[in-house]
């Protein structure tokens, strides 16, 4: 059964700074897995979604790589700002599952002036 | 940009009670989803319907549970029988076609269900 696992739990960091989140899962047949951002009490927002046959993708300041073999993916995020405070939730779509989303449970990121 | 809807945003329920979850996906997608978030815990998924059936479901998704596409827009989940331990927040969500290694999940705001 697959298991997607965040680390860390929470993280701080100044404004500035560039920080990776990193995300592994147990399975590696998966089609793809998704970042999503999560701020307190509200929805998912989709970050980017990285097909089985790709190494990262790109969404302006945030880059997301995805190693199938070793069952890894690490966001990376340049130049972090305040807004960029949120939970971070790392989701694969393996082949068992159909149609469904593996979440793991995120890591919260608190970004200071 | 289009995106999910959810109705109510909180809805309180005595344990017993029946409830119904709204959502309006995006217009032109054609798989569904609910999934749930307990307080503290991992993002669950709980059902998948694709022409006007359920596609795969989750060992949470028993007969308590049931989805319905009443109309052309809405996209149900309904709760029968409450219990303490259904609170959490449910999400809806939505995508074009999922036999795409390409295929995004739109999720909406989320319903917070609180059952007293």
């Known amino acids: 059964k697959q298991e997607v696992t965040q680390i860390p739990a929470a993280l701080s960091v100044p404004e500035g700074e560039n920080l990776v989140l990193n995300c592994s899962f147990t399975?590696?047949?998966?089609?793809?897995l998704q970042w999503f951002r999560q701020d307190p009490g509200k929805g998912l927002t989709s970050l980017l979604l990285?097909?089985?046959?790709?190494r990262e993708q790109t969404s302006g300041r945030l880059n997301a790589s995805l190693d199938k073999s070793s069952g890894r993916s690490t966001l990376y995020i340049a130049a972090s700002q305040p807004g960029d405070s949120a939970t971070y939730l790392c989701a694969v779509r393996p082949y068992e599952a159909g149609t469904a989303l593996i979440f793991g449970k995120g890591t919260t990121l608190s970004v200071s002036s | 940009e289009p995106e999910v809807t959810q109705t109510p945003s909180h809805q309180v329920t005595q344990m017993g009670q029946e409830v119904i979850l709204r959502c309006v996906p995006i217009s032109n997608h054609l798989y569904f989803y609910w999934y749930r978030q307990i307080l503290g815990q991992k993002v669950e998924f709980l059902v998948s319907f694709y022409n006007n059936e359920i596609s795969e479901k989750s060992e949470i998704f028993d007969d308590q549970f049931s989805v319905e596409r009443p109309d052309g827009s809405n996209f149900t989940l309904k709760i029968r029988s409450t219990k303490l331990e259904d609170s959490a927040m449910y999400f809806c969500?939505?995508?074009?076609?999922?036999?795409?290694?390409?295929?995004?999940?739109?999720f909406g705001p989320g319903t917070r269900l609180t059952v007293l």
């Open positions: 399975d590696s047949a998966i089609y793809n």
């Open positions: 990285i097909q089985s046959s790709q």
């Open positions: 969500a939505s995508s074009e076609a999922p036999r795409t290694r390409t295929d995004t999940q739109y």
